[in-house]
């Protein structure tokens, strides 16, 4: 019978290699494991940091490697917060995120309270409402692209089947009034089932017995649900807005095959003029700079929020 792999790992280590293990503590033996991910952790993520953050204080432009790089001190920081042109993407962009936001969560409560209910085929009905999460946002735009086409698209002939009008008499995509709802209708589609998961979980974490007994008091399902469902299912909600208000936030795959900013910059995000001024303009310290402000804007938005989600766990 072979000795066990651990034995033979054991004779094939070196005799020095082996005392020098043998004196290390455990903690200096899981800091030894831990220390590669760390490594690839500075590497791909605080190093890129730290250098945005130089560069954001120079004139660089990547196009031009050759051209001497000049400190411009917080120039770009105060151009960026002074320029209306900016300030259209971000406003772009909260129209995105909040209404999304909104949107997607209502739906998915509301659809993971539905599933809870546990009718019949709510198996079969969980999965097709969970497949659009699955797909990849290339997919889900190319397909949603051809849906708006106002001649052939699906989605003009639905809603002229509801509303009575023309199929051809609106476009989705090219419409400065209906561009930014066509990207929230996409995304919300697309990410519901994302909040329907973490509601749903939040629902079946609540025990069954507090039913019971609001049962046995006779509260009336009405009545459950806002002093026993709602409530305790809060954090799970809370958690959803912050991981979609998140991901909303820097969204720019769904945004660039359905419009590219269009038409004109009504649905030009953050991330889409960032993305124009890095590699279509080439003004990478200021694009740095801009993309300093927005990680700063997301990550204390975040930590606020946070605190927020920690004091209604707490209660």
Known sequence: MSPPIIDRAAASTPPALAR?????????????FIAPTIVLLLAINIFPLIWTIRLSFTNFRANRTNAPVRDVGIDNYV????????WQPMQATAHFVIW??????????????????????????TTVILVP???????????????????????????SAVTGVPPSSFEMLGTVALAPWAIVIVDTWMWTPYVILICLAGLRSIPDYIYEAAEVDRASPWRQFWTITLPMALPFIMLAVLFR???????????????????????????????????????TGYSSAFAIILFVTVFGLANIYVKALNRVKSR
């Open 20 to 32: 020098h293990i043998r004196g290390l503590s455990d903690r200096a033996i899981a800091w030894l």
């Open 79 to 86: 151009s960026i917060l002074t320029d209306p042109e900016v």
């Open 100 to 125: 999304t936001i909104l949107i997607q969560t209502v739906l998915g409560f509301s659809l993971a309270w539905a599933i809870d209910r546990k009718f019949r085929g709510h198996g079969f009905w």
């Open 133 to 159: 999460m699955m797909l990849s946002p290339a997919v889900v735009g190319n397909f949603w692209r051809f849906l708006f086409q106002p001649q052939i698209g699906l989605f003009n002939y639905g809603i």
């Open 245 to 283: 208000g998140i991901e909303n936030f820097k969204m720019f795959d769904m945004v660039n095959l359905l419009t590219s900013g269009g038409p004109g910059s009504t649905t030009e995000v953050a991330s889409i003029t960032l993305k124009r001024e890095a590699f279509e303009k080439w003004r």
